[in-house]
């Protein structure tokens, strides 16, 4: 199957600093999908992003789907965007997930 | 439509016994979703259902597993004998079947095992 490597696994970083999460795939997709995983643990929709840029707020992510890889940028931090930051692609009819970029934002 | 909704939110049950979890997903999404995810590790793959035809069961399900979507509409997952391996969040997406579509997930269902 498709597997999916997430960089950082650990990021601290002070409040309204940036940041960059990297997410490498290992075959060619359709589909890729940015969460956020609340401390609660559902999984917040980011981006929807197969390939191109897209920003939503403080968030911003980039998808190059020739060289297999996503990034999702994190722009003048707040501690609400701490949390687990999952990539996910889709292949073989389900998403595969990356173990997670572990945000944490201190004030 | 408020989304994914799956109950319980939380379950406790003790070593053996059987447990069984629900999923409603978007009302419009004909596909349908299991997933479990362990402490530090991202969501794996269990099950997929497209309307109420059950496609494809990962090796991760054992035969203690089934899982159910009988009209096309909310789902099932069940874990009979129960062990303390299966403690884990169990969760719920769905989507418009193909591959170019968005998933959207439910809260989740967070099952101990004493």
């Known amino acids: 199957g498709i597997q999916v490597e997430q960089s950082p696994p650990d990021l601290i970083l002070q409040e309204g600093a940036n940041s960059t999460l990297r997410c490498n795939f290992s075959d060619s997709v359709n589909n890729l999908q940015w969460f956020h995983q609340n401390p609660w643990g559902q999984l917040i929709n980011l981006f929807y992003i197969p390939s191109g840029t897209k920003q939503n707020g403080r968030l911003s992510a980039t998808t190059v789907a020739t060289e297999r890889y996503s990034l999702l940028y994190i722009s003048s931090s707040q501690t609400t965007d701490s949390g687990v930051y999952f990539c996910a692609v889709y292949g073989n009819n389900r998403l595969a997930f990356g173990k997670g970029n572990q945000v944490v934002v201190i004030p | 439509d408020t989304g994914v909704s799956q109950n319980p939110r939380h379950k406790i049950t003790k070593r053996g016994q059987n447990v069984t979890f629900r999923c409603d997903p978007i009302?419009?999404?004909?596909?349908l979703y299991w997933y479990r995810q362990t402490l530090g590790q991202g969501p794996e793959f269990l099950t997929y259902?497209?309307?109420?035809?059950?496609?494809?069961k990962s090796r991760l399900l054992s035969d203690r597993f089934s899982a159910e979507r009988p009209k096309g509409s909310f789902s099932t997952l069940e874990i009979q004998r129960t062990e303390q391996g299966d403690s884990a969040m169990y969760l719920c997406?769905?989507?418009?079947?193909?591959?170019?579509?968005?998933?959207?997930f439910g809260q989740g269902t967070r099952l101990t095992v004493v």
């Open positions: 009302s419009e999404h004909n596909r």
């Open positions: 259902f497209q309307n109420e035809a059950q496609l494809e």
């Open positions: 997406a769905s989507s418009f079947p193909g591959q170019n579509t968005e998933a959207f």
